[in-house]
């Protein structure tokens, strides 16, 4: 199993970005997936989640400006972000908890991170 991002890169404050994850090889369902990100010298947070059903969780600072979605059929999640601030830079990593035809139960795998630059 592998996910892959894309997205990003650098934008002005108050500007706009979308993110991408595709999960791909060989499962039999994903669960839940999500975002998190990893600002310099901070630990890695969760910005928003998204269940299987469609139900969705944001970080507070992130609430009104962001938005995941997800489509089943292409075993993708999106993350729309807009207002962005300075204090959203970080590297985003997707996740997702997967069940895989191995092991038949969910594992979380993560994709490799891609780079938020927000100008001030």
């Not at 669960?31 to 890695?44: K, V």
């Not at 059929?73 to 985003?92: C, F, G, H, R, W």
């Amino acid at each position: 199993v592998q996910l892959q991002a894309s997205g990003g890169g650098l934008v002005q404050t108050g500007g706009s970005s979308r993110l991408s994850c595709v999960v791909s090889g060989p499962f039999m369902s994903i669960n839940g997936m999500g975002w998190y990100r990893q600002a310099p010298g901070r630990q890695r947070e969760l910005v928003a989640d998204i269940t299987g059903g469609g139900s969705t969780n944001y970080k507070d600072s992130v609430k009104g400006r962001f938005t995941i979605s997800r489509d089943n059929a292409k075993n993708t999640i999106y993350l729309q972000m807009n207002s962005l601030s300075p204090e959203d830079t970080a590297v985003y990593y997707c996740n997702a908890n997967v069940v895989t035809f191995v092991w038949r139960l969910g594992r979380d795998y993560w994709g490799q991170g891609t780079l938020v630059t927000v100008s001030s």
